[in-house]
């Protein structure tokens, strides 16, 4: 059975003031890359970089501070975690700081932050910003946690904030305001919104189709045929896969 933590049991034994900085500062990371907002996305990388070493020094010295703070030299800061104890693992003595300083490399030396980077500000770096930044907390969560790679992975989804512009809440129902969207686009949206399981009739309702049959064979088997979402047959609910996320940031405006 695999093994499933609770969202507000994730890193609970980081001190409340560096672990709500740590989910804020992802949360800016993944809304901006969303928003197509490269500067900002790698700004903010920047931050993340900051929290997660006050995290890995504090966890080294035995003693987390409330709330992180940025060191006087980050590349300098994140070697000297290297001449920590052997007792302590490889990841946090090693794989996990020179991962942050690649993260802090771009943030201050590829056109972000200031005038006269090499390159401007753009989706590949925003792209390498978002993955490394999921790959860190993945791997927090997984050394704090004492769990495998995969079930790591799937937690960070927990903390991912999906409120999106163009999904309208009025009371129990969701609305898309993008009125452009195919049938096929706006469950998907709702679903990347949701990010949990959600009744075929409430996508029913939500969307506004005329015809839950119809939908049903034209809509959901389909997306669950291409492996954008899971559908269950049985309990007629649908969740958002991993590739369906990935579709929906690539390739749908999530503004209108």
């Not at 609970?12 to 993944?30: A, C, D, Q, V």
């Not at 990010?195 to 997306?223: A, G, M, Q």
């Amino acid at each position: 059975m695999a093994i499933k933590i609770e969202e507000s049991l994730l890193l609970s034994s980081i001190p409340e003031g560096l672990r709500t900085e740590l989910f804020k500062s992802f949360n800016e990371i993944h809304r901006n890359f969303r928003e197509r907002r490269w500067e900002p996305s790698e700004l903010n990388g920047g931050k993340l970089c900051e929290v997660v070493y006050t995290i890995l020094r504090g966890y080294v010295d035995g003693a987390f501070p409330s709330n992180a703070s940025k060191p006087r030299n980050m590349v300098d800061a994140c070697r000297a975690l290297e001449q920590a104890s052997s007792s302590f693992s490889r990841p946090i003595r090693i794989q996990l700081p020179r991962m942050l300083i690649s993260l802090y490399e771009i943030r201050n030396n590829r056109g972000v932050g200031h005038v006269g980077g090499d390159v401007d500000p753009n989706h590949m770096d925003a792209v390498a910003i978002l993955y490394m930044s999921k790959w860190i907390i993945a791997e927090l969560i997984r050394i704090f946690h004492d769990i495998d790679t995969r079930t790591a992975a799937r937690s960070v989804d927990m903390i991912v904030d999906r409120t999106l512009p163009v999904v309208w809440q009025v009371g129990n129902k969701r609305r898309i305001l993008k009125t452009n969207l195919s049938m096929k686009e706006k469950t998907l949206v709702l679903l990347y919104h949701m990010h949990e399981h959600v009744s075929e009739s409430d996508l029913v309702l939500w969307i506004e189709h005329s015809n839950p049959s119809v939908y049903r064979k034209d809509i959901l088997r389909k997306l669950h045929r291409t492996k954008l979402i899971e559908y269950d047959e049985s309990s007629r609910t649908a969740i958002i896969s991993p590739s369906g996320i990935r579709h929906v940031e690539q390739n749908i405006e999530l503004d209108f």
